[in-house]
Each structure stands twice: as structure tokens, then as C-alpha cells.
């Protein structure tokens, strides 16, 4: 690091700053504080999509996966895209009729207040300790990478103070404002990096695909390949995608965050497009690295490892800075989020009108802060997994698949019944707590993708066989009908071409 580099950082840490203390100025209620006012438009909501989910652990994860079996981790990020598309149509309009606020309380209007609390309780559980821990811990192994004598705890604490600070006291509106300046950073640092390696082989196709062998440049991989099975793509990507891209509060935040259901609509298909960018700028990087690399003791090394070796002085601090805007703009994301689920589905704070809005932003501020310090703790022991990306997507196997069931039959099927759709999302989790212990003990073999498409289907079976006969149980919104939006229409159609096309290329 050199002190242009150093120059780099310190411009970038000054504008998020200003932009956090502009922003507190403008919380002075809960629904500012989590919501920012239900002012934004499609384009900030789009950028804040990708910026939010781009976090250090998907720039860490994502090339680590690469380096270490190949492009295949790439179908999380195109099913996303088709996801995106899927929740512009059909769950985005949902949320924001009634003038909800969160995901799990679209979920109690139709099951009641016991599914409220145990899905924000989910929720909650995976933000912290598989989201924020995870980016935290692999922001501090990248700055640990360029400073080796920092041990890894005081790291991560100074991390999240800087993170936290514009959280607690700019809400919402700091969190999105500032995913905007990190996701085009973001994207400029991605380029960079990219650039640097694609250097390497002179830009010719024709070499990165001689250096690699062809199974490392295929997405459709035989069914008993221990990262990526075909047959794990087909059943449990979808789901967890589903999940994180649909139903993940902390993702869809942001809708309930937009002006109108158009910008809502059309932020999501700006994020489903933006989703196609990590294969060329994240992954593709990653799988050539170990030509380029081939002694790397972890594969969670090999993105600062390429900053490293790769970049010049000045671009080095801008891809070292694009791993901080990383870090902050999914704990930003995360961590307000989950206080606004703690402080909607758990303390009825939009009902406590006996208490002035000061108050009530006092108390979800310090909400904020408890949480930020659960995520610290646990964030080091993250180390002991053995490998970040793996750590993160069988935590969700287990948690999810249930709630994608429960969420999708009551928004797409007439005539549930209440107490069915309930049961059969606790037996969901306990199977999958079953199939998790049997996976440990060396009993059960099945692919943690392949065991979340089985855990999803015994959620639903109990959820559709066991319908009402009659339609005393309509989804509480009654109708799937929205507004068609030509705009949204044509992007939509153009994101799946782009999909088709990116899949066949790499099949």
C-alpha cells in the first residue's frame, strides 16, 4: 500500500461520512429511520440491490468458490436475475399493498401473529450471524491480507464501528444513499481487479479457456460434483434464491422503500440485470487465478491476493476500498433490517402511539447498536468453517426452504388453510434440523442443495394437499392482478434473453 493508495481510502471514507450525518438530520421517525420515507426511485433502489448483496463475502466468497472448483457458484447469481424478474411481478406488488412495512408482516396478515414473530425471528437470525458475521469476517481477511501483524478481532470491531455509525443514526435512507456510491465502487473496483487479470492472458478468450480445464468453465456440472450438482441447481438454487432475493427482508427492504410499486418494479429488474455482471468481473477472475496463483493456502485469499499482484498504486487502495464499501453496505443492509423487524413484528413500535417519535428512534437506535455487537462477537469463529461461501449456503439450506413454501402458497394459492400452512413450515425446519445432524454424523449423503429441494417439497405437500374446499382462506390480498407496466415488460424480457444466452454459452 502506498500513499496514494492510502488517499484513495480517505476520500471515500470522508464522503460516507457526510453522507451519514446528511442523512440523520432527516430521521426523526421510525418509519424514516427504516423505511426513508417511501421516497426512492427505481434507480437508487436498483444499485442498492447490488450493492447490498455484493458484500466482502460475495467478493471473497464468490472468487474463493471459483478458485476452488471453478464458474458453477455463477448459477446463484443468474438465478437471481430470473428471481428479480419473478418478484417484480408477482410478490413486489403484495408487499406494498396495505402500506406494510416488512416481509414477516405480510406473512401475519395471512397466518397470523405466531408466523410474524417465528419468520422475523429466522430472519433476524440469519442476518446476523450469516450475513453480517460472515462480511465482517471476510472484510477483516482482506485487510488482514495487506496488514498481517492486525489480529483478526480488533479488525472487525473497528469495522463495525465505522459501519455502524451512519446505521444507527442515519437510518434507511444513509444505508441506501451510501449503497449507491459503494456499488458504483464496487463495480469500478470489480473492473479494475478483472481488467488485471484478463491482462494476464492478453485478453484472448482463446487462452483463459486453454488454461483451464473444461469442467472449470461449465455451469452444468455431473450430479455427484461436490459443489454444484446438476441436480442440486435444479432443486435447491431456486429455493434459496428465492429466499434471499424475494423474501430476505433485508433485501426487500428496499420496495417497501420506494415511491410506488413502479419503482419498486423497475429497481428490481435494475438489480436482475446488474446480477449478470458478477460472472465477467467476480467469478471468471477467480477460476483463472489458479493459473495465475496456484499456491494459495485458502481459497477465501485469492481476491486480495489478486490486488496484490495485479494492480497498480492508487487502483490497489481503490479495490481495497471497494472491499470496505463491501463490508459497510451489507451491514448497513443487514443490521437495519433486523431492527426493523425487532422494532415492527416484535415490539409494535408503528402501534405504540402513547410514545413520541424521538423515543421510538431511541429505541430502535439502540436496537441497531445490540445487534452490531452480536455480529461482531460471532464473526471470528467463522474462521473455524471451512470455507466462507460453503459456511453461508448450507446456513440458509436449513433455514429457508420452509418459509419459501409458506410464503409462495400464500401468495399463489387459494384456499390454504392457516393452521396447515403453520405446522407444516415448523416440521419443514425440523426435517431440516434432522437431515442437518444425519449430514454431520456421516448418515446422510445428499448435497446441501439437493437436501433443501427435498426439505422445501415436504414443507408444501401438507400445504396443498390439505386445502379448504371451500375459499375461506383466500391470501389476504385476494388477487395476484397488477397494473402492467410496458417499461417493465420489455426489461424483463431482456434479462431472460441475457440469462438463456449467458447459460447456453457456459452449459
Known sequence: MTSLDYAVMLIYLLVIVLIGIWSARRTGSPDELFLAGRSFGFGVIGLSLYASNISSTTLVGLAGAAYGSGIAVVNYEWMAAVILVFAAFVLVPQYLRHGRRTVPEYVGDALGPFARRYVAGIMIVLSI?????????????????????????????????FAGAYTIVGGLRAVMLTDVVQALVLILSAVVIAFGVYREFDFSLERMVAALPAERLSVIRPSDDPDMPWTGLLTGVPILGLYYWSMNHYIAQRFFAARDLRAAQRGALLGAALKLTPLFLMVLPGALAIVLLPDLQRADEVFPALIANFLPDGLRGLAVVGVMAAIMSTVDSTINASAAMISYDFM????????????????????????????????????????????????????????????????????????????????????????????????????????????????????????????????????????????????????????????????
Do not use: N
Not at 465482517?136 to 498481517?148: C, E, N, T
Not at 425446519?429 to 445432524?437: C, K, V
Open 129 to 161: 450471524f450469516v450475513d453480517t458475521a460472515g462480511s465482517l469476517f471476510a472484510g477483516a481477511i482482506v485487510i488482514k491480507f495487506f496488514f498481517p501483524a492486525w489480529e483478526l478481532l480488533p479488525i472487525v470491531m473497528a469495522l463495525t464501528v
Open 348 to 507: 409494535g413500535i408503528d402501534r405504540a402511539v402513547q410514545e413520541t417519535p424521538r423515543t421510538l428512534v431511541t429505541r430502535s437506535r439502540w436496537t441497531t447498536a445490540v445487534l452490531l455487537i452480536v455480529a461482531m462477537v460471532w464473526a471470528p469463529a467463522i474462521e473455524s468453517f471451512p470455507g466462507l461461501f460453503s459456511y453461508l449456503q448450507q446456513m440458509f439450506a436449513i433455514a429457508v426452504p420452509p418459509v419459501v413454501a409458506a410464503v409462495l402458497t400464500i401468495t399463489m394459492m387459494r384456499g390454504y388453510r392457516r393452521e396447515v400452512v403453520v405446522i407444516a413450515m415448523l416440521g419443514g425446519h425440523l426435517a431440516a434440523l434432522g437431515f442437518a445432524a444425519a449430514a454431520a454424523s456421516g448418515l446422510w449423503h445428499w448435497h446441501f442443495l439437493e437436501t433443501a429441494g427435498l426439505v422445501f417439497a415436504i414443507a408444501c405437500v401438507p400445504m396443498v394437499s390439505l386445502r379448504s374446499s371451500g375459499r375461506t382462506a383466500l391470501p389476504s390480498d385476494g388477487s395476484l392482478a397488477v397494473p402492467i407496466d410496458r417499461v417493465s415488460v420489455i426489461a424483463s424480457m431482456i434479462v431472460l434473453s441475457l440469462v438463456a444466452a449467458t447459460v447456453w454459452a457456459f452449459r
